[in-house]
C-alpha cells in the first residue's frame, strides 16, 4: 500500500537568498560557494526563534546538494534548536543532500546530553568542507619481481 502523506517543497525567491535574518537574539546569514552554502548563526537559539532558522536553513538547503551549518557562535541552544535541526535533516535526506554541522560548545552539550550526537558534526569548517563520501586514495604496492 502507498503511503500517504505531505512534504514541504521550497522554490526559494532569488531575492532573498543570501540575505542575513534575525529573530530576537539571533543572527544567520548565508553564503554560497562553489556549490555549497554555508549557513552561519550567532546568538541565541530558543523556542521563539528555532521554527525561523529551520525554515531559512532549509530554503538555503534547497538550492545545493552540500549544506554546510555553522553553530559555532551560538551561545545558547534550546531543545527547540534540536527539534530544528530534525526538520531540517528529515527535509535533507528526502533530497539526499550531504550537510554537515559545526556547533558551538553549547550546541554539542545539548547534543550529547540529548543523545543526538548521531548528526554529522565536525570541528573545523575545512574538515566539513571534505565530501562526506570521499573515497580513499588508492595505494599500489610495486610487483615483487619473480
Known sequence: MTEVG???????????ICQPERWGLAYARA?????????????EIDAHNAAHLARYIERHGALVRRLLIDLREVTFFATAGLAALRRVENELALREADWR???????RKLLRICGAEDLPQ????EAARRPATATPLLVVAPLAAT
Open 101 to 107: 554541522l559545526l556547533p558551538s560548545p553549547a550546541v
Open 6 to 16: 505531505t512534504s514541504r517543497r521550497y522554490r526559494p525567491n532569488p531575492t532573498g
Open 122 to 125: 565536525m570541528e573545523t569548517l
Open 31 to 43: 553564503t554560497l560557494t562553489f556549490e555549497t552554502i554555508i549557513v552561519t548563526v550567532n546568538g
